[in-house]
């Protein structure tokens, strides 16, 4: 399943997390929690590495334990000396396509164990606590309880499991609402299951200066099917546009699954328009968009898979697009109906910093 280790390995590992006595995350606990793993205790300056003896090691390394330091401690309130049992599981592959294929593999394992997750997403800048995100993509699913929580989620190397206490890391993105630019990355998404009975998540930002809605959007698009991939969803988005002189049509339509494609209309915009090659757009007598929209466009982006995206230019060439047409603000943009719908999840775009159509 996962390469170094197989479904069934996989299994027994996450079953042992949900099952394991961590004693409010102090070290006691922990520590008898570590050995009944066959682990050894290892203290590092950054933690407690967790050595497996003759077993062969993952991608990402030993499992490690996370300490409540200074970026911790003001989101655990029960007194947890730990925040987080990190457990690699993938296999070495040093592609971003080969990591989100790990993660998808893993996912699908989990949930044939465990059930649809009831809450999935996709971390950006800053992730939990203010970390980095990875360079291929955060996606993440999470198996969420009243004590504990048991999440697959994106490292640097590949997929990894992290048993975490509920309340700081909910508690860390609750308190990231404060509506300031660039709180928050990624998308969050929610299915209606009694395991989120309790659970609060914060508003969106909107910013009205182009340059800061560029550099958000970029990041938002530059792993993203590597993220759709992983997780084995695909974004379906229209994106409205207050040009002057129309009603604010579906200016742009993105797909993203396991590969990313926008489309460019301009059927509604009249005199509006400027040359849309000159922003970059392909023109579908040169190259047919790649891709099934349900809107048919005489402009697309190209298609991209994981690792392809360079979401600074696509970025750029949408943005410019828009200030061509005479839009005045990103906050002139909104998303087509039914788009904050991914299958069973209702979904907030914290990344794009847009909704749907009120």
Same mark, same amino acid.
């Given at each position: 399943?996962?390469?170094?280790?197989?479904?069934?390995?996989?299994?027994?590992?996450?079953?042992?997390?949900?099952?394991?006595?961590?004693?409010?995350?102090?070290?006691?606990?922990?520590?008898?929690? @570590? &050995?009944?793993?066959?682990?050894?205790?290892?203290?590092?300056?950054?933690?407690?590495?967790?050595?497996?003896?003759?077993?062969? &090691?993952?991608?990402?390394?030993?499992?490690?334990?996370?300490?409540?330091?200074?970026?911790?401690?003001?989101?655990?309130?029960?007194?947890?000396?730990?925040?987080?049992?990190?457990?690699?599981?993938?296999?070495?592959?040093?592609?971003?396509?080969?990591?989100?294929?790990?993660?998808?593999? !893993?996912? %699908?394992?989990?949930?044939?164990?465990?059930?649809?997750?009831?809450?999935?997403?996709?971390?950006?800048?800053?992730?939990?606590?203010?970390?980095?995100?990875?360079?291929?993509?955060?996606?993440?699913?999470?198996?969420?309880?009243? $004590?504990?929580?048991? $999440?697959?989620?994106?490292?640097? +190397?590949?997929?990894?499991?992290?048993?975490?206490?509920?309340?700081?890391? &909910?508690?860390?993105?609750?308190?990231?609402?404060?509506?300031?630019?660039?709180?928050?990355?990624?998308?969050?998404?929610?299915?209606?299951?009694?395991?989120?009975?309790?659970?609060?998540?914060?508003?969106?930002?909107?910013?009205?200066?182009?340059?800061?809605?560029?550099?958000?959007?970029?990041?938002?698009?530059?792993?993203?099917?590597?993220?759709?991939?992983?997780?084995? @969803?695909?974004?379906?988005?229209?994106?409205?546009?207050?040009?002057?002189?129309?009603?604010?049509? #579906?200016?742009?339509?993105? @797909?993203?699954?396991?590969?990313?494609? #926008?489309?460019?209309?301009?059927?509604?915009?009249? %005199?509006?328009?400027?040359?849309?090659?000159?922003?970059?757009?392909?023109?579908?007598?040169?190259?047919?968009?790649?891709?099934? +929209?349900?809107? $048919?466009?005489?402009? +697309?982006?190209?298609?991209?898979?994981?690792?392809?995206?360079?979401?600074? !230019?696509?970025?750029?060439?949408?943005?410019?697009?828009?200030?061509?047409?005479?839009?005045?603000?990103?906050?002139?943009?909104?998303?087509?109906? +039914?788009?904050?719908? #991914?299958?069973?999840?209702?979904?907030?775009?914290?990344?794009?910093?847009?909704? %749907?159509?009120?």
């Amino acid at each position: 399943m996962t390469g170094v280790r197989g479904a069934s390995h996989l299994l027994e590992l996450a079953r042992g997390l949900k099952a394991a006595d961590t004693g409010g995350w102090r070290e006691p606990a922990l520590r008898a929690a @570590i &050995e009944g793993f066959g682990w050894q205790w290892q203290d590092t300056d950054a933690g407690p590495l967790l050595l497996r003896g003759t077993e062969p &090691e993952a991608a990402g390394g030993a499992p490690r334990l996370r300490p409540t330091g200074r970026f911790e401690k003001d989101y655990a309130h029960g007194g947890e000396e730990y925040v987080g049992l990190y457990v690699p599981v993938g296999p070495p592959d040093t592609s971003a396509a080969g990591k989100a294929q790990a993660f998808r593999t !893993a996912a %699908e394992t989990l949930t044939e164990e465990f059930g649809r997750a009831p809450i999935m997403g996709v971390y950006g800048d800053p992730g939990p606590f203010y970390d980095s995100v990875p360079t291929w993509g955060g996606p993440f699913l999470r198996w969420r309880e009243r $004590e504990n929580t048991l $999440e697959l989620r994106a490292g640097e +190397h590949g997929p990894e499991l992290l048993l975490q206490p509920t309340d700081p890391v &909910e508690n860390w993105f609750w308190r990231q609402g404060h509506g300031e630019l660039n709180a928050l990355g990624g998308f969050f998404g929610t299915r209606r299951d009694p395991a989120n009975a309790g659970l609060s998540f914060p508003g969106g930002w909107r910013t009205d200066d182009w340059d800061v809605f560029s550099r958000s959007l970029g990041a938002f698009l530059h792993t993203l099917p590597a993220e759709t991939h992983a997780l084995g @969803i695909e974004l379906d988005l229209g994106f409205h546009a207050l040009v002057p002189g129309t009603r604010g049509p #579906i200016v742009f339509h993105l @797909i993203c699954g396991e590969r990313l494609e #926008i489309v460019y209309d301009t059927e509604e915009l009249g %005199e509006s328009s400027t040359d849309p090659r000159s922003f970059g757009w392909i023109p579908h007598t040169t190259r047919p968009a790649a891709l099934d +929209h349900w809107l $048919e466009s005489p402009y +697309h982006s190209g298609d991209f898979g994981a690792g392809e995206v360079d979401g600074r !230019a696509l970025a750029t060439m949408m943005v410019d697009t828009l200030r061509g047409l005479g839009v005045g603000s990103p906050k002139d943009l909104s998303l087509t109906d +039914h788009a904050q719908r #991914i299958g069973d999840y209702d979904v907030e775009y914290y990344g794009l910093t847009l909704r %749907e159509n009120p």
